[in-house]
């Protein structure tokens, strides 16, 4: 089982910076893949960044304003948002799909979410 601990939301003013972290405990063997999903009011989840192995993927509407990127020991992911818009606004929830063992399953384990509110 995978815990994740997220911190960094908050209010904040149109055009200012953010960063958000997502800490990973637990049995985990291997990461496939990490990632931040963010949920506007009434709306469904949507990925917004992706990291896998080295490689990352952003959603067309944070591409050149947000950076996915982990530590060392690849238990913590962050998400850099700069140049914030008041449409960034919503719950950001972090991603982690781990395996247990080799040929294990691979599992998603998800962050309680975080509120971002941007103010134009």
């Known amino acids: 089982q995978v815990q994740l601990v997220e911190s960094g939301g908050g209010l904040v003013q149109a055009g200012r910076s953010l960063r958000l972290s997502c800490a990973a405990s637990?049995?985990?063997?291997?990461?496939?893949?990490m990632a931040w999903y963010r949920q506007a009011p009434g709306k469904q989840r949507n990925v917004v960044a992706v990291?896998?192995?080295?490689?990352?993927n952003y959603a067309d509407s944070v591409k050149g304003r947000f950076s996915i990127s982990t530590n060392n020991a690849k238990n913590t992911v962050y998400l850099q948002m700069n140049s914030l818009k008041p449409e960034d606004t919503g719950v950001y929830y972090c991603?982690?799909?781990?395996?247990?063992?080799?040929?294990?399953?691979?599992?998603?384990?998800w962050g309680q979410g975080t509120q971002v509110t941007v103010s134009s």
């Open positions: 991603n982690f799909r781990t395996r247990q063992s080799l040929f294990g399953r691979a599992y998603d384990s």
């Open positions: 637990g049995s985990i063997f291997s990461i496939d893949s």
């Open positions: 990291l896998s192995g080295s490689q990352t």
